[in-house]
């Protein structure tokens, strides 16, 4: 599996505090069988994003793991004007191993009514956003219709895989549920901070939904969508999401096939 969100570099923001808390992070992440982890630390009011010391980190890691797991960086940018600014002048300086795909977080107390604009600007900058874990987002949960229009004008969707076990309680499950059977999610990722509440562990949530799901779509939620944005490449897996933004709402599940 390849995670694409995760905090696991030591000393950048609210992840761990050590590289020796990091390198245990990271043997998790390989007895999960997880391949690929993309640093992704804060970019937002309380933790400055800082590239030189980013790659510093992320290599420290790498020459102690070795083979064992490959890390990239990226970014969890938050869409301030400043971080906008910078990405217009710095365009690959926050993206995923430095790529196409970008990880955008949006606040938990407003989302800016010039949003949809800001988005098509990232598409004209051929940069492709990904909303990171809208199913714990209050203000999304209250408006889903807001991301349906994003995911309909070629945004992607990422939920976090413990989401999907509960442990951000029932409101994240059931719309992380709706999301998944209406094909509004294009990856799953860990958004890990430390081996507690917050840990590097995928497994247990593919096996979830690939019950749900099947195991097509496990593997290209967890595995060939996340690889694909690592290397840069087009999504193997984007399925049509539903046309009624009252789909998301409802929680009426729409089977497909493959």
């Known amino acids: 599996m390849v995670d694409i969100h995760c905090h696991i570099l030591p000393g950048l923001d609210d992840g761990p505090d050590s590289l020796d808390m990091s390198l245990e992070m990271a043997r998790v992440a390989v007895s999960e069988g997880i391949t690929h982890v ?13 590239p030189e010391l980013v790659r510093h980190r992320r290599d420290e890691l790498q020459a102690l793991l070795g083979s064992q797991l490959q890390l990239a960086t990226g970014c969890d940018f ?14 690959h300086k926050y993206t995923i191993n430095q790529k196409d795909f970008l990880l955008v977080e949006f606040a938990n107390f407003a989302i800016p009514p010039s949003i949809n604009e800001t988005l098509h600007s990232l598409h004209l900058m051929q940069l492709w956003p990904i909303i990171t874990h809208p199913e714990r987002n209050g203000l999304i949960l209250a408006k889903p219709e807001m991301l349906h229009g994003w995911v309909s004008r070629g945004c992607y969707v990422q939920v976090t895989a413990q989401s999907f076990l509960g442990r951000f309680g029932t409101g994240a499950q059931r719309f992380a549920e709706t999301l998944l059977d209406h094909n509004c999610v294009h990856f799953v990722a860990s958004d890990a901070h430390n081996n507690g509440a917050r840990p590097l562990r995928l497994r247990q949530a593919y096996e979830w939904v690939a019950k749900r799901s099947g195991e097509d779509v496990a593997h290209a939620l967890f595995r060939e969508n996340p690889l694909a944005a690592y290397e840069g490449r087009s999504l193997p897996f984007v399925p049509d999401p539903p046309e009624n933004a009252a789909a998301l709402k409802s ?5 497909f096939f493959f």
């Open 38 to 50: 993309v640093a992704t630390p804060h970019s937002d009011n309380t933790f400055r994003f800082d």
């Open 78 to 91: 938050h869409l301030s004007f400043e971080n906008l600014q910078d990405l217009r002048t710095h365009p």
């Open 251 to 255: 929680g009426r599940k729409r089977f």
